[in-house]
């Protein structure tokens, strides 16, 4: 889990401060500014200032898990049922601003987790430890990552 840690902590922003802010995706809908922002989501989600109710089986949310868990990666085009099917327009006018609300929700997390049984429920996966839950944003970081051409396949 550290290198996923580390990833997170050190090289996902530096990363995404590469992309071309008028670079289109390689796949989904979603521009620059949206992902930066939809990854400030995912933070929240994962320290569980952002809620969305689980409405799916208990069945589906275990096998959802185990591919969550697994070094698969999300396919192009993922359908998310929280989300609308166009994106959202940014809450930020500026993607700097967006990008310090990024890092103001990563650092978020991290210090959430300072409380080592701390356990989040997240909306498809279920109820995730803070290694779950850094596996899962490493895994989602990745997949937009390479949504912008950044990241091999």
């Known amino acids: 889990m550290q290198s ?41 989600i994962a320290s569980g200032k952002l809620v969305f109710e689980n409405k799916q089986r208990n069945e589906l949310t275990a096998k959802m898990y185990q591919f969550m868990m697994s070094d698969k990666p999300f396919r192009d085009n993922t359908p998310n049922p929280n989300l609308a099917d166009t994106p959202l327009p940014p809450r930020f006018m500026d993607v700097e601003d967006s990008l310090n609300d990024l890092k103001f929700e990563m650092d978020a997390f991290f210090i959430v987790y300072e409380q080592p049984e701390l356990r989040v429920t ?17 895994k989602h970081a990745l997949h937009h990552l390479r949504q912008f051409g950044v990241l091999p396949e």
Do not use: C, W, Y
């Open 4 to 44: 996923k840690e580390t990833f997170l902590k050190k090289e996902f922003l530096v990363l995404i401060k590469t992309i071309d802010r008028n670079r289109k995706p390689i796949f989904g809908k979603m521009n620059v500014h949206q992902m930066i922002e939809h990854m400030s989501h995912a933070f929240q």
């Open 122 to 138: 997240n909306p498809f996966f279920g109820n995730l430890n803070k290694e779950e839950q850094v596996h899962l944003l490493h």
